[in-house]
Structure formats: C-alpha cells, structure tokens
C-alpha cells in the first residue's frame, strides 16, 4: 500500500522548536522528490520546502534560515526541523512525493504555535 504518514506535530510555544518525521511506505523513497507543504486555516496550501531525489534543497521564504528539510532514504523518512517557530508558522503540515506524474500525499499533522 503506497502511504505516507506524518508525526511529531503538536503545541509548541513561540520560539519552539519541532522535529517532524513523514514515513513512506509502498514505493522506492529514494527515487521521488520529496516536500513540505502547509495549510493554514482559511489559507490554500503553500508549500514550504523540497528535496530532491538528489539531494537538493529548496526553501520558501518563510521557511529560509528557520526550517531544515532532510531525508533519509534508508529509513524512507523525511524530517523537517523547525525552529524559531512564530503563530503564524501554525497549520496543518503534509508530505508530497513525487515522480514524474505521480503524486503522494500524506494525511497531515497539526502544528499550532501558541503562548
């Protein structure tokens, strides 16, 4: 079954930090590109950060100098350390694969940062 399945979301404070952790399953990991997306509510989805297959790295704007994203392949996980976490980094976080035409979500989990 090809899945993806997110953890590690939670409440956190300003200035937090949090390790998120997207493990996939039923298709080879290491060949996909591999992503970050957000939604916050009332907002479209946005995405925050890709790795490639190779191993490059792109960030939005809102993700530069405070989020890492990171894969490994062995494992078949991708992580995305957050830092410096503000209210406004608050949504529900999924993980894209993809390859060529085909598209992976996974079900999301919910990062609120709040006093």
């Known amino acids: 079954q090809v899945q993806l399945v997110e953890s590690g979301g939670g409440l956190v404070q300003p200035g937090g930090s949090l390790r998120l952790s997207c493990a996939a399953s039923g298709f080879t990991f290491s060949s996909y590109a591999m992503s970050w997306y957000r939604q916050a509510p009332g907002k479209e989805r946005e995405l925050v950060a890709t790795i490639t297959r190779d191993g490059m790295i792109n960030y939005t704007d809102s993700a530069k100098g405070r989020f890492t994203i990171s894969r490994d392949n062995a494992k078949n996980t991708l992580y995305l350390q957050m830092n410096s976490l503000i209210p406004e980094d608050t949504a529900v976080y999924s993980c894209?694969?993809?390859?060529?035409?085909?598209?992976?979500w996974g079900q999301g989990t919910q990062v609120t940062v709040s006093s």
């Open positions: 894209n694969a993809r390859f060529f035409a085909r598209t992976v």
